[in-house]
């Protein structure tokens, strides 16, 4: 039995920067749920969530295409969030993991970094892996973010050439995130240019393409869930305990599927 001091750290609430995207954010609350070994409601995480929809968006200011920064808008927010009384700031968004500095000096509380996260799940889930492939926004291409963690890990990055790059950004902004299908070959066509290129394990570096994962029923190992990392650290970092072997983004194997609409 937990004492009294671990019951009230336990629930302590988890804090969850959203908005970036909304159905992103819904779809790793959702992860969250699923990947806790709960039996009743109290097993479950506390989480703080701050929808914030209207931060602006993370790529045009990183490819050029807009002056108006997410960074500072973040930062205040991580700050109401703490204020709050969250011990510790979850980021569902890859390409805002460009501005996790800023996030984190606004805070005492840690941020969870999801780009060392997926990383992490990737090496786990693919034995002597030594190159990744990386499906991404353009921004979080641009600002290297994975490319610097893979480095780091002693692993090598690869990115779609030009024309598939195209089509992976059609795939999350004009279909995910406005609420349009995908077609399965078009997922599928991606992770294959990934691999013909490389990649022992293709990491799925945007939340949208997340929510497609699921959506589409992939299950492939060698397919790395950026959200499902990010819930699972989310999970154990808050006291609570992954359901059957936690798995951490090898195509959510065991996992409860939701759709998104």
């Known amino acids: 039995m937990r ?45 703080l969530v701050w929808n914030h929809a209207s931060i602006p968006d993370r790529t045009a200011y990183l490819v050029g295409d807009s002056t108006d920064s997410p960074g500072p808008v973040m930062a205040e927010d991580a700050r109401q969030i703490e204020r709050a009384g969250a011990k510790f700031i ?48 353009d921004g979080t291409l641009r600002a290297r973010t994975y490319h610097d963690a893979a480095a780091a890990a002693g692993l090598t990055a690869v990115a779609p050439d030009e024309v598939v790059q195209k089509d992976v950004m059609s795939m999350i902004y004009d279909g995910v995130k406005a609420g349009m299908p995908v077609e399965r070959e078009r997922f599928d066509a991606a992770v294959a240019h990934l691999r013909a290129r490389g990649a022992g394990a293709v990491l799925l570096a945007c939340t949208e393409l997340s929510i497609l994962r699921t959506d589409l029923s992939v299950d492939d190992v060698d397919v790395i869930d950026s959200l499902d990392a990010l819930a699972a650290r989310t ?27």
Request: aromatic share 2%; with cysteine.
């Open 90 to 137: 979850a980021l569902p968004c890859n390409t805002a993991q460009a501005f996790i500095d800023e996030v984190r000096d606004a805070v005492s509380i840690p941020v969870i970094d999801i780009v060392a996260e997926t990383v992490g799940a990737a090496q786990a889930a693919v034995r002597d892996l030594t190159t990744v492939g990386i499906l991404a926004t």
């Open 235 to 261: 999970v154990t970092m808050a006291g609570g305990r992954l359901r059957g072997d936690g798995a951490t983004g090898a195509g959510g194997a065991g996992l409860v599927p939701i759709t998104s609409t």
């Open 3 to 47: 004492n009294e001091r671990d019951e009230r750290e336990r629930n302590e609430p988890v804090g969850i920067l959203g908005g970036v995207g909304p159905m992103a954010t819904v779809y790793f609350m959702q992860r969250i749920l699923d990947l806790t070994d709960a039996s009743r409601d109290q097993d479950h995480v506390d989480m």
